[in-house]
């Protein structure tokens, strides 16, 4: 079954460190990859995709993402965290038919 | 262009009543997918459509949920009979088709609905 895990519910950073949120898919095919943002009552907001190509994919925000195909995962990187980043975060796989699948999501907050 | 819009952003209603949400997506997308996020979760597939064809239902959408988009524009979400388990962000995007490049799906800022 296609399935998308996030192991970390709720991270803290502070803010200028450096950020890692964990993502592990599990997918029939090749996956297409996003990482969303989501601010309190808010819509989710596409930081960065990933189709096909070169595996590290750069986005929005000065967020990137490694695709790494033996270990199913596409886990969400930033070397310096803004107190603005702090919301939650989603990630999602999906194929050319546009459906997503998403994880439960990763609330991040910042320390000043 | 404004992006996806939905309407109304809030809801309460009352256990057993009607409601219905309507989504405007991006005026050249061929695409537009429902979602339902409940506290603490990510959003879950609904359904979607492709121009006016309703393609994929979820098992989620049980009998008392329809949706349409009759003239490939807007669509409307109806939930019939209210439950206390419908209480949800309803999440509406639209995406511009198929194909890596277009798959990218824009979401609007969903409608929250309180059944009370």
């Known amino acids: 079954a296609q399935s998308v895990t996030q192991p970390d519910i709720h991270i803290t950073v502070s803010e200028g460190a450096s950020l890692e949120l964990r993502c592990n898919y599990s997918?029939?095919?090749?996956?297409?990859l996003f990482w969303y943002v989501q601010s309190p009552g808010q819509g989710l907001q596409l930081l960065l995709k990933?189709?096909?190509?070169?595996?590290l994919v750069q986005g929005i925000k000065g967020f990137e993402a490694e695709f790494k195909r033996s270990q199913s995962s596409f886990n969400l990187r930033k070397p310096s965290v803004h107190w603005s980043d702090a919301a939650e975060y989603f990630c999602a796989v999906g194929n050319q038919g546009g459906k997503l699948i998403f994880g439960q999501g990763t609330e991040l907050s910042v320390k000043p | 262009d404004t992006g996806v819009s939905q309407d109304p952003r809030h809801k309460i209603t009352k256990r057993g009543q009607n409601v219905t949400f309507r989504c405007d997506p991006i005026s050249e997308h061929n695409r537009l997918y429902w979602y339902r996020q409940t506290l603490g979760q990510g959003p879950e597939f609904l359904t979607y459509f492709q121009n006016e064809a309703q393609l994929e239902k979820s098992r989620l959408l049980s009998d008392r949920f329809s949706a349409e988009r009759p003239k490939g524009s807007f669509s409307t979400l109806e939930i019939q009979r209210t439950e206390q388990g419908d209480s949800a962000m309803y999440l509406c995007a639209s995406s511009p088709g198929q194909g890596a490049a277009n798959t990218e799906a824009f979401f609007g800022q969903g409608t929250r609905l309180t059944v009370v």
């Open positions: 990933y189709f096909s190509g070169d595996t």
């Open positions: 997918y029939g095919a090749t996956p297409y």
